[in-house]
């Protein structure tokens, strides 16, 4: 078989807009609008409505309808699924993606999502679960372990903590123990599991298919 030309670069689709037509004279006066995407043109991975939003501006305005489930994911082993976590709910407007382990996680999945999405650290289980405890938080552990429930069955509460475990072990002995239920995808493969991140999109677009407003 004879290998493709490669594509010139040239032909690659350019994403996003370009320059504010009509020029400075035309630009809108909102202080959401970044004079300097304005100038530019905005190549950046968000939505339209957002085109030419400075970041803050976007945060503040996602901060007003954020969806009241957290997604938190232990870290002790530098685990490459967090990055598309972090992704997934900026996508699906989590709360808050709670990291929890090592304070360093890896970030190539999160494709600078991690700046719209609010993200903190808890260097362990109990810390994390002594922080769900006083926001009135249940911890729904999600993993295909003896005990769990089925996603349709499940319940899925509105204000909740969704906890995800690594590559490899799964949820520690301490995670689970913190759960209030156990969550799991059915699977009809030979594989043992998902990776985390799959896992991950799928409970988090059915907590939004049972809670959240359409998407606007
Ligand atoms: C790669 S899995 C490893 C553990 C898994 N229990 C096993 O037996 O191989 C990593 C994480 O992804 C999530 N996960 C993967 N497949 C899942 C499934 N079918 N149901 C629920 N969670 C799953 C869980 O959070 C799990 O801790």
Same mark, same amino acid.
């Given at each position: 078989m004879t290998d493709l030309?490669?594509?010139p670069a040239a032909a690659a689709p350019a994403y996003g807009v370009g320059p504010w037509p009509g020029g400075p004279d035309a630009w809108p006066d909102d202080p959401r609008y970044d004079r300097q995407l304005l100038a530019d043109g905005d190549r950046r991975n968000v939505v339209d409505r957002y085109r030419? /939003?400075?970041m803050d501006a976007i945060v503040a305005? +996602?901060?007003t309808h954020r969806h009241p489930f957290h997604v938190a994911i232990e870290n002790w082993q530098h685990d490459l699924n967090i990055g598309s976590i972090v992704r997934s709910a900026n996508a699906f407007l989590a709360d808050t993606v709670h990291i929890v382990g090592r304070r360093r996680w890896n970030r190539r999945g999160a494709m600078v999502t991690d700046r719209y999405q609010h993200v903190v650290h808890h260097p362990d289980v109990a810390s994390l679960a002594a922080w769900a405890a006083g926001e009135g +938080?249940?911890?729904i552990a999600v993993d295909n372990i003896g005990g769990s429930v089925a996603l349709p069955a499940a319940e899925l509460p509105e204000r909740c903590v969704l906890l995800f475990g690594q590559e490899g072990p799964g +949820?520690?002995?301490e995670a689970l123990e913190a759960a209030t239920g156990i969550v799991q995808i059915s699977q009809y493969g030979s594989t043992r599991s998902l990776n985390a991140a799959a896992a991950a999109a799928v409970i988090m677009y059915d907590w939004? *298919? *049972? /809670?959240?407003?359409?998407? *606007?």
């Amino acid at each position: 078989m004879t290998d493709l030309p490669p594509v010139p670069a040239a032909a690659a689709p350019a994403y996003g807009v370009g320059p504010w037509p009509g020029g400075p004279d035309a630009w809108p006066d909102d202080p959401r609008y970044d004079r300097q995407l304005l100038a530019d043109g905005d190549r950046r991975n968000v939505v339209d409505r957002y085109r030419y /939003w400075r970041m803050d501006a976007i945060v503040a305005e +996602l901060d007003t309808h954020r969806h009241p489930f957290h997604v938190a994911i232990e870290n002790w082993q530098h685990d490459l699924n967090i990055g598309s976590i972090v992704r997934s709910a900026n996508a699906f407007l989590a709360d808050t993606v709670h990291i929890v382990g090592r304070r360093r996680w890896n970030r190539r999945g999160a494709m600078v999502t991690d700046r719209y999405q609010h993200v903190v650290h808890h260097p362990d289980v109990a810390s994390l679960a002594a922080w769900a405890a006083g926001e009135g +938080l249940p911890i729904i552990a999600v993993d295909n372990i003896g005990g769990s429930v089925a996603l349709p069955a499940a319940e899925l509460p509105e204000r909740c903590v969704l906890l995800f475990g690594q590559e490899g072990p799964g +949820l520690s002995p301490e995670a689970l123990e913190a759960a209030t239920g156990i969550v799991q995808i059915s699977q009809y493969g030979s594989t043992r599991s998902l990776n985390a991140a799959a896992a991950a999109a799928v409970i988090m677009y059915d907590w939004c *298919r *049972r /809670w959240a407003a359409p998407a *606007r």
